[in-house]
């Protein structure tokens, strides 16, 4: 059986691995580690295609123990069970090297099942996966755990590994000479995305589908790899890490003013087709970071999200864009979330105190004689509509919540304010 070209050009050796310089490069910590042939228990986080995997088989060749690789989505606690069982064989007098591909999809009790021998040295766990370890990872594995993040590979990293791929195709065929356009290999780089076994798998598809010419050569063109790759392939899960990630960066851009990145990340989060995301996020944005500062922004914005809602993908864009760099390009305020989170922290942490009396309902029989609404002053009674009473409790009479942002709406409320007390 011929291995696919992704596996028979996997390093064997730390130096020969693209990317991860921040953990592999020279004197960096998961360098030392392996090096040092002393493996600890160890998690391996990051999207698809950045060498978790080849850097635990290569940490599997540095240390004495049996090697044992299991993939969480088909494993189960029996084939667990038959690796404890061979635990206190001849063979594996020091103890076992587990590989855990993908362990986000092993349950708490698969997980615990390892805990026991993982806490006494039988087991070293290398655990591999592309989900948020804090999200799905039981905690005490977690503890006793290093975490290592894996990031997508740059375009001079998926370069680099092609041309290498490319050397070892030729061997494969009895060094038949293979020939590409300039940017084939930057092409596949880029629309890869980061991933190194997506850029493998279509220069392998490219070079066996490829036309060889008189001369015997197979020549790759820009023309064959674009037929190959039919559309670039974002990393993205509506249930995973990089949905939060992406929906985040959309905020924060809109949040910062910067209507270029904020529709950058609604295009992300439109070509993955999650609408719902979108909308929801686009009227959290309107109250959370605009709020006062632009009143109608959220009317603007419910009115877009509606469309978007009525008349679906792909049309949809067009009000989702709309409302995006409405938001990017509008004065910012946060008073309003920093009002209502202050309540609420005080409703949770604080004696409150009751409703003074004269706020209480008094539109019932003798609720005079128990004192409801005695004092109550009615302030359309009053100049400018107001009179000064207390409407807090007595145990929070003087705090405040709301303070005004700096911006012309709401110069203009404290303006407002200031007048009605005379003040």
Do not use: W
């Amino acid at each position: 059986m011929v291995k696919p070209l992704a596996d028979r050009i996997r390093p064997s050796t730390l130096e020969d691995v693209v990317g991860q310089e921040h953990l592999l490069g020279e004197n960096k910590i998961l360098h030392r580690i392996l090096s040092s042939g002393h493996i600890t228990n160890m998690i391996f986080y990051g999207p698809p295609g950045t060498g978790k995997t080849t850097v635990a088989n290569i940490a599997a060749k540095i240390t004495n123990r049996t090697f044992y690789k299991l993939n969480a989505t088909n494993a189960s606690v029996k084939d667990i069970k038959e690796i404890i069982n061979d635990l206190n064989t001849l063979m594996n007098t020091d103890g076992v090297l587990l590989y855990l591909d993908e362990i986000q999809n092993f349950n708490k009790k698969q997980q615990q099942s390892l805990l026991e021998y993982i806490e006494n040295g039988q087991i070293t766990l290398i655990a591999s996966t592309t989900e948020n370890p804090y999200f799905y990872i039981y905690n005490a594995i977690l503890s006793r755990s290093h975490i290592f993040e894996f990031k997508l590979l740059s375009k001079h990293n998926i370069i680099q590994a092609l041309k290498r791929a490319v050397e070892i195709v030729k061997h494969d065929l009895n060094d038949t000479c293979i020939k590409y356009d300039e940017d084939v290999l930057d092409y596949i780089a880029e629309v890869s995305n980061g991933d190194l076994r997506k850029a493998i798998s279509t220069l392998e598809l490219a070079i066996y589908s490829a036309k060889v010419n008189d001369e015997g050569v197979i020549y790759i063109t820009l023309d064959t790899i674009q037929e190959c790759t039919q559309k670039k392939i974002l990393n993205y899960d509506k249930s995973g890490d990089s949905h939060y990630d992406i929906l985040s960066a959309f905020q924060k851009s809109i949040r910062g003013s910067d209507p270029d990145a904020a529709i950058h990340y609604l295009a992300r989060l439109i070509k993955a087709g999650d609408l719902i995301s979108i909308c929801r996020r686009l009227l959290v944005i309107a109250s959370e970071d605009i709020g006062i500062a632009y009143p109608n922004a959220i009317s603007i914005v419910k009115s877009c999200v509606d469309a978007a809602m009525q008349v679906g993908l792909p049309e949809a864009r067009i009000n989702l864009a709309q409302a995006t760099l409405i938001l990017a390009t509008a004065p910012k305020s946060n008073s309003v979330i920093t009002a209502i989170d202050a309540a609420l922290n005080d409703i949770d942490t604080k004696d409150i105190g009751d409703i003074p009396l004269h706020l209480k309902d008094a539109h019932y029989e003798g609720a005079s004689g128990l004192g409801r609404g005695v004092d109550y002053k009615y302030p359309h009674h009053f100049k400018n509509n107001y009179v000064e009473q207390q409407y807090l409790p007595d145990n929070l009479k003087n705090v405040t919540y709301y303070i005004p942002g700096k911006n012309k709406v709401e110069d203009q409320i404290g303006q407002y304010q200031r007048l009605i007390k005379n003040k």
